[in-house]
């Protein structure tokens, strides 16, 4: 499937980026490659294949979830430019349209 240069200023648009031509010559080849592949996928058969969520004989392989304790509210604002009841202050930002 072909993307065009148009899709994707439309989708940088929709996303807020500003991106140079070089950029929009380069995701447009980069995405029509994809949905290329993604096309090829789908012409697989796969009906009866039962779907996996990990490569089989894989075990949980994370660390045991445990309390201890964690940074205190003086240390992790002590460098904020503000703080104030123990939170980080930000500038209030919203646009106007």
Known sequence: MKISKSDVEKVAKL???EITETEKEAF??????ILTYVEKLNALKTAGVEPTAT???Q???FREDKARPSLPVEKAVANAPESADGFFVVPK???ER
Not at 28 to 33: D, R, V
């Open 15 to 17: 996303a807020r980026l």
């Open 28 to 33: 447009t080849q980069q995405l029509s490659g």
């Open 55 to 57: 490569v089989p004989g």
């Open 59 to 61: 075990s949980n392989v």
């Open 93 to 95: 930002i919203i646009e």
